[in-house]
């Protein structure tokens, strides 16, 4: 199992400001992944972070909004830029350590998440 | 469209029930399932993973069942306590080029004391 620290836990911010959020994992593994979780709905997939290149976004979020970084195999950086009330939602990091089964064999863990809400 | 659905939305029930969580999913090519609970304000716990080979997982009072021909999955809490009150939450491993996982709405349980 891999233990994933993410901070900050919560954080109110202004419409128009940024805030990045640090995703921390114990061990080295070869996915991360960013996930948003707006109020009474499921996780929607943001970006596959890559280590020393650019995150892979899926449909619906950019770049300049998300910037995504990944300096090494053990961390990474979501920024929500420009903020307005709508980004008010649960942001969570996770990774997946793809052992010899290969990826469809490992589990993915979860950060404890971190809560924004825009005003 | 891949999608993954979970009813019910929501489930009360009395403490030292049995339940049963299902989930449903579009595309029977699947390459492997997940469980997880989620408790309010938190991050996701994986419990359970199957793996497309696979019918059944299981861990402690967890039992955790695969019918891809049918696109179904369940989830079943044996002799449910309070402390298993929480969001439980299926992802799906369709494939593709990134092996990501596509998640349900979620069933939110409360097991009554």
């Known amino acids: 199992s891999a233990v994933i620290s993410q901070k900050p836990s919560r954080d109110i911010c202004q419409r128009g400001t940024s805030l990045t959020i640090q995703c921390q994992v114990d061990?080295?593994?070869?996915?991360m992944f960013w996930y948003r979780q707006q109020p009474g709905q499921s996780l929607t997939l943001i970006a596959t972070?890559?280590?020393?290149?650019?995150?892979?976004?899926e449909s619906g979020f950019v770049i300049d909004k998300f910037p995504i970084s990944r300096p090494n195999l053990t961390f990474s950086t979501l920024t929500v830029s420009n903020m307005s009330p709508e980004d008010s939602s649960i942001y969570l990091c996770?990774?997946?350590?793809?052992?010899?089964?290969?990826?469809?064999?490992?589990?993915?863990?979860f950060g404890s998440g971190t809560q924004l809400s825009v005003l | 469209k891949q999608e993954v659905t979970q009813i019910p939305a929501a489930l009360s029930v009395p403490e030292g029930e049995n339940l049963v969580l299902n989930c449903s999913f579009t595309?029977?090519?699947?390459?492997?399932l997940q469980w997880f609970r989620q408790d309010p304000g938190k991050g996701l716990t994986s419990l359970l993973l199957i793996q497309s080979s696979q019918r059944e997982q299981t861990s402690g009072r967890l039992n955790a069942s695969l019918d891809k021909s049918s696109g179904r999955s369940t989830l079943y809490i044996a002799a449910s306590q309070p402390g298993d009150s929480a969001t439980y939450l299926c992802a799906v491993m369709f494939p593709s080029g990134t092996y990501k996982y596509i998640f349900g709405t979620g069933t939110r349980l409360k097991v009554l004391a």
């Open positions: 595309d029977s090519a699947i390459y492997n």
């Open positions: 972070a890559n280590q020393g290149s650019e995150a892979t976004y």
């Open positions: 061990s080295q593994v070869t996915m």
């Open positions: 996770s990774a997946r350590r793809t052992g010899t089964g290969g990826p469809t064999n490992e589990k993915l863990f």
